[in-house]
């Protein structure tokens, strides 16, 4: 069974560069897989920031597009996120989460291409506090 | 403004049956493009409880059901227990923007 766990800084300035990790235990980075990063501010909902996939292939959401940089490590088993030039509205709880498309149906089972793809496992979340 | 609307809020009394509902459009759930359901206690990570419309992981109670029809989904609980007060979210992709959009999340309470 798949482990995430989150690493990175609690509180980070405004205008500075927000890093983080996930460490991936339980499952080898070589095997292909799309992995993410979801966050979630105060008392509000859960909002997408990106995929990549394990060869380096990325989905980022537009409204963060020109500040994310996701990396995948295989050596580490781990990837990592980049969110630059933050302020306060970047105050979250960051998660990742591995993605997963088999779908079966009795012994048959598919995978289905990323756009069809589920949040099966996630971490458990690190705060990240934007303030000077 | 969530491309998936939820109910803020649903409730229900013990052993009774909830619906929560997550209305999409034609360049998402309309599209064709699956539903996934995730379920959330507080201060906990979300946990994936229904994905493909319909699918349940293995260790979700069969309580728990999915469905779809045209723009919309619903997570239907029957047998309603105290243990699932919580946070739900749907969540799938919009074509139109080129996303994956969460619902803004529905508050169970169980009275």
């Known amino acids: 069974q798949v482990q995430l766990q989150e690493s990175g800084p609690g509180l980070v300035k405004p205008s500075d560069t927000l890093s983080l990790t996930c460490a991936v235990s339980?499952?080898?980075?070589?095997?292909?897989?799309?992995w993410g990063w979801i966050r979630q501010p105060p008392g509000k909902g859960l909002e997408w920031i990106g995929y990549?996939?394990?060869?380096?292939?990325?989905h980022y959401n537009p409204s963060l597009k020109s500040r994310v940089t996701m990396s995948v490590d295989t050596s580490k088993s781990q990837f990592s996120l980049k969110l630059s030039s933050v302020t306060a509205v970047d105050t979250a709880v960051y998660y990742c989460?591995?993605?997963?498309?088999?779908?079966?149906?009795?012994?048959?089972?598919?995978?289905?291409?990323?756009?069809?793809?589920?949040?099966?496992?996630w971490g458990q979340g690190t705060t990240v506090t934007v303030s000077s | 403004q969530s491309v998936l609307t939820q109910p803020p809020s649903v409730s229900g009394a013990p052993g009774q049956r909830v619906t929560i509902s997550c209305t999409g459009s034609?360049?998402?759930?309309?599209?064709?493009?699956?539903v996934h359901w995730y379920q959330q206690f507080p201060g906990t990570a979300p946990t994936l409880l229904i994905y493909?419309?319909?699918y349940r992981p293995s260790g979700v109670p069969d309580r728990f059901s999915g469905s779809k029809s045209g723009t919309s989904a619903s997570l239907a609980i029957t047998g309603l227990q105290a243990e699932d007060e919580a946070d739900y979210y749907c969540?799938?992709?919009?074509?139109?923007?080129?996303?994956?959009?969460f619902g803004g999340g529905t508050k169970l309470t169980v009275l």
């Open positions: 990549i996939y394990d060869s380096g292939g990325t």
């Open positions: 339980g499952y080898p980075l070589s095997i292909s897989n799309w």
């Open positions: 034609s360049s998402n759930i309309g599209a064709g493009y699956y």
């Open positions: 969540q799938s992709y919009d074509s139109s923007l080129g996303v994956w959009v």
């Open positions: 493909g419309n319909t």
């Open positions: 989460v591995s993605l997963r498309g088999e779908y079966c149906s009795g012994d048959t089972c598919e995978d289905r291409s990323i756009y069809y793809n589920y949040m099966d496992v």
